[in-house]
C-alpha cells in the first residue's frame, strides 16, 4: 500500500511499541480517573453509541407504532400517550445525547490533539470533568423516563412543557448538565487549536478537520449559555410560576422559541460541522489528491459557525413573529446556502480526477454528498417563505432534517469511525462487510425518510399519531426502511466488535493519509509521538515526491 | 482550570533554565505557553458566564416592555431604603463594597506575582471579607422582601395599595430581580470558595512570580462577578 508522508519524521515499517496508550496502565481506576484524551476520547465514544442504541430502540417504536393505522406493535396497542413519549425519546436522546456530544467527544478527542501534534488538549481535567457531566446528565435524562415521562418533543415548547405533567424538570435539567459538558468540551478545543499546535504549524496548516471542529467548538461556547439560562427560565416556570413563558400568568410563550432556537438553530450546526469536517479528511485521503480549495473550506466552516447565530427566526415563521421578521429570517436564511455549497462543490473538485479507492469510509463519505445535498436543498424549500407556510410541521420537514442530522451527520460520524478505528485500536476490520454495511446504510436510509417527503408535502403532520388511510403505504414503505437501518448499524457494529478479537494489526497509516495522526503508531503511545513532530510541508500533500512504498 | 496540579503522567516539566517547576504540566513546552493557554481558558470561561446573565438580561427587557408600568412601579419600590426614602442605601453599600474587593483583589494579584507571600495572604482574606459583607447586606435585603412579601411567581403575596397581588408584572419583576441578584450572589459565594482555597494554598507558598496562575485567573472571575453587578445595579436600582 501507498504511504504518504508531509514531515520529515520516518514511519516506514517500524516495529510496533509494546506499551500503548490502551495498554500502559490497567484497571477500572486507570481509566475511571484518566486525563488521557484518548482514553476519554474512547469513553465518549462507548457512551455515546449506548445513547444512539437507545435512541435508535425509540426510532424504531416511533416507526413501529406508524406502520398501520391501528397502531399494534406485536399486538400490543400503543396509546397516543406512549406514542408522543416515544417521539419525544428518541429526539432528546439523539439530540442531546448522541449526535451533539458524539463526533466532538469521541472522534475528536481522539484525534485533534494528534492531527496538531500535541501531548494533550489544554485542560486535561476539564475535559474528564465534560465526560462525568455527560454520565451524570445522561442519568438523569434516563432517569427522567423511568420516574415519570417527558411528552413534550424535544424542543420542550411553551405553553405545552409548563403545563404538562410529565417529568420535565428532571429531563431540562439533564439537558443544562449536558449543555455544561457541550461547553467544557467546546472551551477545551478552542484553547487547544489557539496554543498546542505542533512548532511549524500556522493556521492554515491545519488539517480542514480541525478547522471544523473549530468552528463547531465556537458555536458550543457561545451557544449553549442561552440554552442553559433558557432552560432554567423553563424549570422556575414551571415549579414558581414567574409568569415568563406562560401566558395565563403574563408570559410570552413565543419567546421561549425565540430563547430557545437563539441555542438551538447553532446547535444544529454543532451536528452537522463535525460531519462536514470528517468528510474534509475522508474525501482527499481517498481520492489521494490534494484537497481542492482549502481555504475556501476554512472560511466556509467559520463562516457557517457565524450564519447559524442570525437564522433562528426560521423557525418561526408561523409563530407569530412580525412580517418583516419572517423576511429578513428567510433571506438570511439563504446566507446558510452558500458556505455549505462552497464545501460539497470542494469536496466533488477534489474528487475531479483523483485515483478514488471506494474503501467503507469512502463509501460513506460519498453516500454523506448524496444525503447531504438532498438535506440542504429541502432547506431551501423550508427557508422560503411561501413553501414553508404549506410544508411547516409536515413530515417534509421531518425528512429534511433526518437527510441532515442522520443521512450527513450520522453518516460521517461512522464513516470517520471506520476511518480511524485502526488508529484507536489498531486493529483492521473486515473490508468487504465494512463496505456492504455502507450500501445497506444508503438504502435503508432512502428507502425511510424518502416518502417522507412526499408524505409531507401531501400534508402529513409531523407527530400525529393518527393519520389518514392513504397515508398508509408511504408509512409502511418507511417502517421497512428503518429496520434496513437498523440491519446496516447491526452489521457495523458486528464488523467493527470482530475485529477487536484479533490481535492487533493495522499499520500505522494503512489509507495513506498524510495528517499527523498517522504519523504515530496505532495505537497510539501515552504521550501520542514519540519525538515532537514538527510540520514541515502543507497539509493534504500528495505530490507524488513525498510518497514512500 | 486544570492548571494546579501536576499532572499524573507528567514527567516533570522543566523550563527554559533547566529548573524543575512542579506545576509544569507534561503537555505544555513551557510555562509560558502554560499559563497563556489557561487564561484563554479562563476568558472563554467568563464569556459564557456573560452569555448567560445575557440571556436574563434580555428576558428582563423584554418583559420590561410587555410591562412598562408595572416594572416602574416595582423599580420604584425596589428604590425606597427601610424608611421609605428614595435612595437605595443597600445597592449603594454594596457598590461600593465590591469595587473596593477588586481593588484588593488587583493587589492580591500583584502581591502574588511579586513573590510577596504575607500581603498575598492578606489581600485575598480582605477580599473574603469584603465578599461577606457584600452577602450579608444582600441577605438583610432579602429579608426585607421576603417580609414584604415581594416575592416570585407563586410567592407573591404582597399586601398594601401599589404593586397589588393578581397584576401581571409584578411577580415577573421580582422574579427576575431574585434570579438575577441570586445567580450573582451563588457567583460571590463560589468565589468565596475559590479565595479561601487560594488562601490556604497562598499560605502552603504555593504561589510565586514562576507560577501564580491560580490567583490570576480567580481575579479574573473576581472582576466579572464584580463587573455583572456594575450592571445589575443600575438595572435594577437606579433606572425610572
Request: with cysteine.
Amino acid at each position: 500500500m501507498e504511504r504518504a508522508v508531509t514531515s520529515g519524521a520516518r514511519i516506514g515499517d517500524r516495529p510496533r511499541p509494546k506499551k500503548n496508550y490502551l495498554n500502559e496502565t490497567r484497571g477500572f481506576k486507570s481509566w475511571a480517573l484518566t486525563v488521557d484524551h484518548k482514553r476519554i476520547g474512547i469513553m465518549y465514544l462507548v457512551g455515546t453509541l449506548c445513547a444512539f442504541l437507545l435512541g435508535g430502540i425509540f426510532a424504531l417504536l416511533v416507526r413501529l407504532t406508524l406502520l398501520t393505522p391501528a397502531h399494534k406493535i406485536f399486538g400490543l396497542q400503543v396509546t397516543a400517550e406512549t406514542y408522543n413519549r416515544f417521539f419525544t425519546l428518541h429526539g432528546a436522546v439523539m439530540v442531546f445525547l448522541f449526535i451533539i456530544p458524539s463526533i466532538p467527544g469521541s472522534l475528536t478527542n481522539f484525534v485533534l490533539p494528534l492531527m496538531l501534534g500535541a501531548k494533550d488538549v489544554a485542560f486535561p481535567r476539564l475535559n474528564l470533568a465534560s465526560f462525568y457531566l455527560w454520565i451524570v446528565g445522561a442519568v438523569m435524562a434516563v432517569s427522567s423516563m423511568i420516574i415519570g415521562a417527558v411528552d413534550t418533543g424535544w424542543t420542550f415548547y411553551t405553553p405545552y412543557s409548563t403545563t404538562t405533567s410529565g417529568t420535565v424538570t428532571l429531563m431540562t435539567a439533564a439537558v443544562f448538565v449536558l449543555g455544561f459538558s457541550s461547553i467544557f468540551t467546546g472551551l477545551n478545543f478552542i484553547a487547544t487549536v489557539h496554543k498546542l499546535r505542533a512548532p511549524g504549524m500556522g493556521w492554515f496548516d491545519m488539517p480542514l478537520f480541525v478547522w471544523g471542529m473549530y468552528s463547531t467548538a465556537l458555536i458550543q461556547v457561545l451557544a449553549t449559555p442561552v440554552l442553559g439560562i433558557t432552560l432554567v427560565l423553563l424549570m422556575l416556570e414551571r415549579v414558581f410560576q414567574i409568569g415568563i413563558f406562560d401566558s395565563r400568568i403574563g408570559g410570552d410563550p413565543v419567546l421561549f422559541q425565540h430563547f430557545f432556537w437563539f441555542y438551538s438553530h447553532p446547535a444544529v450546526y454543532i451536528m452537522i460541522l463535525p460531519g462536514m469536517a470528517i468528510i474534509s479528511e475522508l474525501i482527499p485521503t481517498f481520492s489521494r489528491k490534494t484537497i481542492f480549495g482549502y481555504r475556501a473550506i476554512a472560511y466556509a466552516s467559520v463562516s457557517l459557525a457565524l450564519v447559524s447565530f442570525i437564522v433562528w427566526g426560521h423557525h418561526m415563521f408561523v409563530a407569530g413573529q412580525s412580517q418583516l421578521a419572517t423576511v429578513v429570517f428567510s433571506a438570511l436564511t439563504f446566507l446558510v446556502a452558500i458556505p455549505s455549497g462552497v464545501k460539497v462543490f470542494n469536496w466533488l473538485c477534489t474528487m475531479y480526477q483523483g485515483n478514488i479507492s471506494l474503501e467503507t469510509p469512502m463509501l460513506y463519505a460519498i453516500s454523506f454528498l448524496m444525503l447531504f445535498a438532498i438535506g440542504g436543498l429541502t432547506g431551501i424549500f423550508l427557508g422560503t417563505l411561501s413553501t414553508d407556510v404549506h410544508l411547516t410541521d409536515t413530515y417534509f420537514v421531518v425528512a429534511h432534517f433526518h437527510y441532515v442530522m442522520m443521512g450527513s451527520t450520522v453518516t460521517a460520524f461512522i464513516g470517520g469511525l471506520y476511518y480511524w478505528w485502526p488508529k484507536m485500536t489498531g486493529r483492521m476490520y473486515s473490508e468487504k462487510w465494512g463496505q456492504v454495511s455502507a450500501v445497506i446504510w444508503f438504502i435503508g436510509f432512502n428507502a425511510t425518510f424518502l416518502p417522507q417527503f412526499i408524505l409531507g408535502s401531501r400534508g402529513m403532520p409531523r407527530r400525529y399519531y393518527n393519520y389518514l388511510d392513504q397515508f398508509q403505504p408511504l408509512h409502511v414503505f418507511s417502517t421497512v426502511g428503518s429496520w434496513i437501518i437498523g440491519l446496516s448499524l447491526f452489521m457495523s457494529a458486528a464488523v467493527l466488535l470482530a475485529s477487536l478479537r484479533k490481535p492487533a494489526d493495522a499499520p500505522d497509516n494503512p489509507w495513506g493519509g498524510t495528517t499527523l495522526e498517522w504519523q504515530t503508531s496505532s495505537p497510539p503511545i501515552t504521550h501520542n509521538f514519540e519525538d515532537q513532530p514538527v510540520l514541515e510541508n502543507e497539509p493534504y500533500d500528495y505530490r507524488p515526491k513525498a510518497v514512500t512504498h | 482550570m486544570s492548571t494546579t496540579l501536576p499532572d499524573i503522567h507528567s514527567h516533570g516539566g522543566h523550563d527554559e533554565h533547566g529548573e524543575h517547576n512542579p506545576y509544569h504540566q507534561h503537555h505544555f513546552a513551557t510555562m509560558e505557553q502554560q499559563f497563556d493557554t489557561s487564561k484563554l481558558g479562563m476568558w472563554l470561561f467568563l464569556v459564557t458566564e456573560i452569555l448567560l446573565f445575557g440571556g436574563l438580561f434580555v428576558g428582563f427587557g423584554l418583559m420590561q416592555h410587555r410591562y412598562p408600568q408595572q416594572f416602574i412601579e416595582a423599580h420604584e419600590h425596589l428604590k425606597q431604603d427601610i424608611f421609605g426614602r428614595p435612595f437605595p442605601l443597600y445597592g449603594t453599600i454594596n457598590t461600593l463594597v465590591l469595587l473596593i474587593s477588586s481593588w484588593t483583589m488587583v493587589m492580591g494579584v500583584n502581591a502574588a506575582q511579586t513573590d510577596q507571600k504575607k500581603k498575598t495572604v492578606r489581600y485575598l482574606v480582605l477580599t473574603i471579607l469584603l465578599a461577606c459583607v457584600f452577602l450579608g447586606i444582600k441577605y438583610v435585603e432579602y429579608s426585607h422582601k421576603f417580609h414584604d412579601g415581594l416575592l416570585p411567581g407563586i410567592f407573591y403575596a404582597h399586601q398594601s395599595e401599589d404593586l397589588i397581588k393578581g397584576t401581571h408584572g409584578y411577580a415577573t419583576f421580582f422574579a427576575f430581580y431574585f434570579m438575577m441578584t441570586g445567580l450573582h450572589g451563588i457567583h460571590v459565594l463560589v468565589g468565596i470558595g475559590l479565595l479561601s482555597w487560594l488562601v490556604m494554598r497562598a499560605r502552603r507558598g504555593d504561589f510565586s512570580s514562576a507560577y501564580y496562575t491560580p490567583v490570576d485567573l480567580v481575579g479574573l472571575y473576581w472582576h466579572i462577578v464584580d463587573m455583572i453587578w456594575i450592571y445589575l445595579f443600575p438595572l435594577y436600582y437606579l433606572i425610572s
